[in-house]
């Protein structure tokens, strides 16, 4: 396709995929006050004698619920939005993997989903706890604001997300040809120092359990991702024919 027709499939998706987020909010607007509980939760078993999340807005309580609500709706979306993504790209790829976009739609969301629960479970409980000794050590009580927590939760959410999405990304270079499972070992002493120097910014604490925590899903998925550029490599083009030097 010449590049407007490819600009005007890309516009079509994108349509598709915020129509999808907007009726993935409403949906999660019916439920937003489950959805705030379950968010805070972490926080709220920490000191479950204090109340720690505060409001100090006449607004701010029903601005919440829209974050809580689009939030949620970006994840509840997210196999809809990653289907549009595969079939953006499905033009560039062979006949039949073009058939494989449900597949794809279900491990993309799985990952993205995966990711934010790794820092739901693991993450938040490791990190409030540092954030909220670090309040005792200057004999302050905590009061933090809803929309300071939520903008903080939000932000580590989408960041696992698409942390996770590593393996996904690996496959798509690997069918473009611009990774193989061998640069992916090779830069494998590279891969593990960054991966460290990640999860030592990430975890808060500094003790070294939680920045190990914190490494080991990063490593399994770099090693997922040689597996998978290994498993799609772009096969290599047929050799040419020498022409017939007699010809």
């Known amino acids: 396709m010449p590049l407007i027709a490819h600009l005007e499939e890309l516009r079509w998706r994108i349509v598709r995929s915020v129509a999808a987020v907007a009726v993935g909010f409403f949906l999660c607007y019916a439920v937003a006050e ?3 509980t379950f968010l805070v939760r972490p926080l709220a078993a920490l000191r479950p004698e204090q109340s720690l999340i505060i409001g100090t807005g006449v607004t701010e309580a029903f601005f919440t619920k829209l974050k809580v609500s689009f ?3 970006i994840f509840l979306a997210s196999p809809i939005v990653f289907y549009q993504i595969w079939r953006f790209v499905a033009p560039g790829l062979y006949e039949n993997e073009k058939r494989h976009a449900v597949p794809f739609a279900i491990v993309a969301s799985f990952f993205f ?3 934010a629960a790794f820092c739901y479970v693991v993450v938040f409980p490791v990190g409030f706890e540092f954030f909220l000794d670090e309040y005792g050590s200057i004999s302050v009580a905590p009061q933090i604001r809803i929309t300071e927590y939520l903008s903080f939760a939000t932000r580590m959410l989408l960041a696992f997300g698409v942390t996770f999405e590593l393996p996904v990304v690996t496959f798509f270079l690997a069918r473009l040809g611009l990774v193989t499972h061998r640069h992916l070992i090779n830069y494998g ?3 593990i120092v960054i991966i460290f120097i990640v999860a030592a910014v990430l975890t808060p604490g ?4 939680s920045q190990l925590l914190m490494a080991a899903p990063l490593l399994v998925l770099y090693a997922l991702s040689i597996l998978v550029a290994k498993l799609v490599a772009r096969p290599a083009p047929a050799p040419v024919a020498a ?3 007699s010809a």
């Open 189 to 191: 002493r590279y891969a």
């Open 243 to 245: 022409e017939d030097s």
């Open 113 to 115: 989903i995966a990711g």
């Open 34 to 36: 489950r959805i705030f």
């Open 206 to 209: 500094p003790d070294v359990a």
């Open 71 to 73: 939030i949620a709706g």
